[in-house]
């Protein structure tokens, strides 16, 4: 492929998936250094091994109740995110894809935020909070695990919908489990180690979407495989009308909050303010999850319908 015939929006799953944000900083940035190292022998997969300790050192710096390590953490999870951005641009650039590469870019994200609940809850100890505090920290550790992996999940399934190509990330556990077992260890083991926790990730996206998993397997045995496009745009149309809610339980969505809250508590250190952080505990918690909800429960509504019409 060469360079002139290169647009941001080839190196995109899909721009009906994108984010505002992602649109209009993430994904430019990055694929101007997606385009810079595709020809250089680096992988998408060195750069996602790259972006995890960018993306710790991000967490590591919001311990500190100090405004220049804050904003350091800002900057830092911000890189950590174009990163990410140029793993899966420079994929699609240059054709390398791997198994692994798709799952260990999944638990990426999981790792930078981890850090950041641990460091949150060290620095709210630090100023006299006790230890219930990791009540708090953990909370909000399995609400994200749980609002990622279900946003990822639709954002996915709505690339199904498109194509076959651009949904080929879209799997489940029978399928996961299969390719488990059919995996010896001698002959990958890294892809067998990751995809042994990858299958109860899905596990836990399929338990929450019965009305989905009812309608895929309709569709499947109806269609085998070949969903009429009529459908396709159809289920598109309702998916992307709820993205807006989907976005805010990414990337996009909660870390605003995390960097105004952190900025805040270390410019008012001396005052209770300094307390502010545990604030971003409080959103995961109390705005985040019932967001999920109602997304979980507008979808399946979608999937309802079109069970209706499918059996009709």
């Known amino acids: 492929m060469s360079t002139e015939k290169v647009t941001l929006e080839s190196s995109l799953k899909s721009i009906e998936t994108e984010n505002w944000l992602d649109r209009i900083f993430y994904r430019p940035i990055g694929f101007k250094f997606a385009l810079l190292l595709k020809d250089t022998g680096i992988t998408p997969n060195m750069v996602t091994i790259a972006s995890i300790f960018v993306g710790i050192g991000a967490g590591l710096c919001f311990f500190y109740p100090t405004l220049g390590l804050n904003i350091l953490g800002v900057g830092l999870l911000m890189t950590a995110n174009i990163m990410d951005c140029i793993d899966?641009?420079?994929?699609?650039?240059?054709?390398?894809?791997s198994?692994?590469?798709?799952?260990?870019d999944g638990f990426a994200g999981d790792l930078w935020f981890a850090t950041i609940y641990i460091c949150i809850a060290l620095r709210l100890m630090d100023l006299g909070w006790g230890v219930w505090v990791?009540?708090?920290?953990?909370?909000?550790?399995?609400?994200h695990g749980r609002q990622a992996a279900m946003a990822d999940y639709?954002?996915?399934?709505?690339?199904f919908f498109i194509s076959k190509s651009k949904g080929a990330e879209f799997d489940s556990f029978d399928n996961l489990q299969k390719h488990w077992r059919e995996t010896k260890w001698e002959d990958d083991r890294i892809y067998k180690f990751f995809l042994f926790f990858?299958?109860?990730?899905?596990?836990?996206?399929?338990?929450?979407?019965?009305?989905?998993q009812e309608l895929l397997r309709k569709l499947d045995?109806?269609?085998?495989?070949?969903?009429?496009?009529?459908?396709?745009?159809?289920?598109r149309e309702k998916s992307r009308r709820l993205m807006p809610l989907i976005d805010c339980l990414t990337f996009n969505g909660r870390t605003p909050v995390l960097f105004v809250l952190t900025i805040l508590g270390a410019?008012?250190?001396?005052?209770?303010?300094?307390a502010l952080p545990f604030g971003y505990y409080l959103f995961e918690i109390l705005v985040l999850n019932p967001i999920l909800i109602i997304a979980i429960k507008k979808h399946e509504a979608i999937c309802a319908s079109f069970l209706a019409k499918i059996e009709s």
Do not use: C, M
């Open 134 to 143: 990791w009540i708090f920290a953990v909370l909000s550790g399995y609400s």
């Open 198 to 212: 990858y299958r109860f990730y899905t596990v836990s996206q399929e338990k929450s979407t019965p009305k989905l």
């Open 154 to 159: 639709y954002k996915t399934l709505h690339l």
């Open 99 to 104: 198994n692994v590469g798709r799952i260990i």
């Open 88 to 97: 899966g641009q420079l994929a699609r650039l240059t054709g390398i894809k």
């Open 267 to 274: 410019l008012f250190i001396e005052t209770p303010w300094a």
């Open 221 to 235: 045995e109806k269609y085998h495989g070949d969903i009429p496009e009529e459908i396709r745009l159809e289920f």
